[in-house]
């Protein structure tokens, strides 16, 4: 054993006596199966970044404004535009669930790390939090559809409610990681000139905070606005705009590319390319907000 | 940070702190009554199936809804293949990825690569979903099978294994890694001698979050599928299904007994996806507890 000169233990040693010269080319090698690895992951996002703007740039922008305003078609095989309403609805949709999860999120985070910290129960919430974010989005809109759907019927809100289901973890998660970053001097600087608990969270600690935490649910939304399997139970459909949030049927983004990529009509797959366009523009400029804010936080630190 | 706060020296009543300390506890177990709210509300309409069929529910491989007959093992077995071949090609992929950010590129190479895992981890299933079933699987003579839906199950978990895999491997000691170059080891070496062993346990946390998200991925999978009913087989090109590719896919024409039996998958889907889950982030937690206390 060459290792056993060495004070320090390495489990088990590779033969160092053997050839440098074969031990390098196969370090290289693995070195290039992880390249390749890298490019491997590379080629789906290009692949399918490509399909969307190839067949749904001129389906979107073809008589532009016409497939963002425009009603759909209630006729499948014709062909033309809109996803106004599905536009609409996801923007709704998405909005009630931001509107819900958000603030109970940051409460909950906060309890995790202000109140509770290593408490039994801020322990065992921490940990369901986590199994949480891995509750599949179908179980959610099941959920969601049983509890609610089943009483209040088809709306914007149920599919609001799901979403911000599925938020909730995420937002909590990532809310506590930002308040672990703020110092504790500020806390105690703050205890010392007499103010409460609460006030200092509200005033002093949460402030800190609050770029890290705008980013981190800014995200958490990106991901709700492309979900689909939530909005299928409580949505329900409907090819009109429906502005309201909490009375009859609507639909989303997603849910339209759902329904139309199954479709055996050019026009509707057409669609379905175009929405697919829409939905990823908007994903992509709330995530590009969420970067720009966290930005201007590092800069600030 | 805008306005600045007068600050009250005497502080607010006692009890306003009290309050505000019992309000952030209730969002807090906001976590677990919606866990709690799931499993039985949703086994209560799942009743009536399981009156119904029994056990014969998890050991049937017929499903008939107009006979009112729910055997629901094809579905468990299209769920479990299809993840199993999505985590067998993305394990390697993400390993070789977190690998490289980690061991091999310069931070200044490694941040793009970030963004990149941010970008894929951004496309809405729904959109790889659509991209599966109008280019991927009429490219390649994949047609609508389990294997078209565990590449594209595969695709949508490499962001999750990579991400975590980085933070395991990151916890390793740079004294264990440098003391092994110092013995002339190399890079490979290094790896295989200190990271590897020292990250083991957290990577087989992190594969195994990844084999639960690709058991609950849904529309993804119902588009790509391929909807065949009964199909227990170990052909990867043959069309099949999986558990949430039915509720998806039924959902809209299905009444009473069938909403019920499709509820009772969902039911199902829970039950693995909290256990797989459960044990993965207790291996991952331990895992990176055990990085940080060296």
Same mark, same amino acid.
């Given at each position: ?19 440098? %010269?074969?031990? %390098? ?21 290009? *692949? ?9 740039? =001129? ?20 062909? =033309?535009?809109?996803?106004?309403? *599905? ?13 819900? @999860? ?34 599949? %989005? ?19 809100? =149920?599919? *609001? ?8 973890? #995420? ?32 005033? #002093? ?11 981190? @649910? ?17 949505? =329900?459909? *409907? ?63 | ?36 709210? $799931? ?29 009112? $007959? ?8 299209? &769920? ?15 390993? !070789? ?50 294997? &078209? ?19 395991? $491997? ?34 087989? !946390? ?12 849904? $529309? ?9 009913? !009964? ?20 959902? !809209? ?42």
């Amino acid at each position: 054993m060459s290792a056993a000169n060495f004070t320090t233990e390495i489990v088990v040693p590779p033969d160092l006596t053997a050839k440098r %010269s074969w031990r %390098s080319v196969k370090s290289a090698m693995m070195t290039g199966l992880m390249i390749a690895s890298v490019l491997i992951v590379a080629l789906p996002l290009v *692949a399918v970044v490509w399909a969307i703007f190839s067949r749904g740039l =001129g389906v979107a922008f073809h008589g532009f404004p016409a497939f963002f305003v425009d009603e759909i078609p209630v006729i499948a095989r014709r062909p =033309g535009p809109g996803m106004g309403p *599905a536009i609409v609805g996801t923007l709704l949709a998405t909005g009630a669930a931001t509107l819900i @999860s958000v603030p109970l999120g940051v409460a909950g985070a906060v309890y995790l790390h202000e109140y509770g910290v290593t408490n039994r129960f801020a322990r065992v919430v921490r940990f369901m939090s986590n199994v949480m974010t891995g509750v599949p %989005s179908i179980v959610m809109g099941l959920f969601i559809y049983v509890t609610w759907t089943l009483r209040f019927g088809y709306s914007a809100f =149920g599919g *609001a409610l799901a979403l911000a289901c599925l938020m909730l973890p #995420v937002v909590i998660g990532a809310t506590e990681q930002m308040l672990r970053l703020v110092p504790n001097h500020l806390r105690e600087a703050s205890y010392a000139v007499g103010t409460s608990k609460s006030r200092t969270i509200l005033s #002093v600690v949460l402030p800190a905070a609050m770029p890290g935490i705008i980013s981190g @649910s800014l995200l958490a939304v990106a991901r709700a606005a492309g979900e689909t399997a939530p909005l299928l139970f409580a949505t =329900g459909a *409907a090819t009109e705009y429906n502005p309201n949030l909490f009375v009859e049927a609507n639909t989303a983004l997603s849910l339209q590319i759902f329904g139309n990529a199954t479709s055996s009509f050019v026009a509707a797959q057409d669609r379905a390319w175009g929405a697919a366009l829409t939905l990823v523009l908007l994903t992509f400029v709330i995530t590009l907000v969420a970067r720009f804010v966290t930005a201007r936080f590092a800069r600030r630190r | 940070m805008s306005e600045e706060p007068s600050i009250d020296l005497r502080g607010p009543p006692e009890y306003g702190d009290r309050a505000f300390a019992k309000l952030t506890a209730g969002a807090a177990g906001l976590v677990l009554l919606i866990l709690g709210l $799931i499993a039985i509300t949703m086994t209560r309409r799942a009743l009536p199936v399981f009156g119904e069929m029994g056990p014969r529910f998890f050991t049937s491989t017929r499903w008939s809804p107009p006979d009112s $007959i729910f055997g629901a093992l094809p579905f468990i077995w299209g &769920t479990a293949f299809t993840a199993a071949i999505a985590v067998l090609i993305a394990v390697p992929i993400s390993l !070789g990825v977190a690998l490289f950010m980690t061991q091999v590129a310069s931070p200044s190479l490694a941040r793009p690569l970030v963004y990149l895992m941010d970008l894929l981890a951004g496309v809405p299933s729904v959109v790889f979903g659509l991209w599966g079933v109008l280019v991927l699987s009429q490219l390649v003579h994949l047609g609508r099978s389990f294997l &078209t839906a565990g590449i594209i199950l595969a695709i949508m978990i490499i962001p999750i294994i990579t991400s975590l895999s980085r933070e395991v $491997i990151a916890t390793t000691p740079v004294g264990d890694k440098e003391g092994a170059l110092a013995m002339g080891t190399t890079r490979w070496e290094m790896i295989t001698e200190t990271v590897l062993p020292h990250s083991a346990g957290g990577l087989v !946390g992190a594969v195994m979050l990844g084999l639960g998200r690709a058991m609950g991925e849904t $529309i993804a999978a119902a588009l790509v599928i391929g909807s065949a009913l !009964g199909q227990i087989t170990l052909r990867a090109l043959a069309p099949g299904n999986s558990m949430p590719a039915v509720i998806a896919n039924e959902w !809209g024409e299905a009444q009473d007994l069938h909403k019920s039996a499709l509820i009772a998958l969902a039911v199902t889907l829970f039950a693995i996806t909290i256990l797989v889950n459960l044990v993965a982030t207790g291996i991952v937690q331990r895992s990176m507890k055990r990085g940080q206390g060296t």
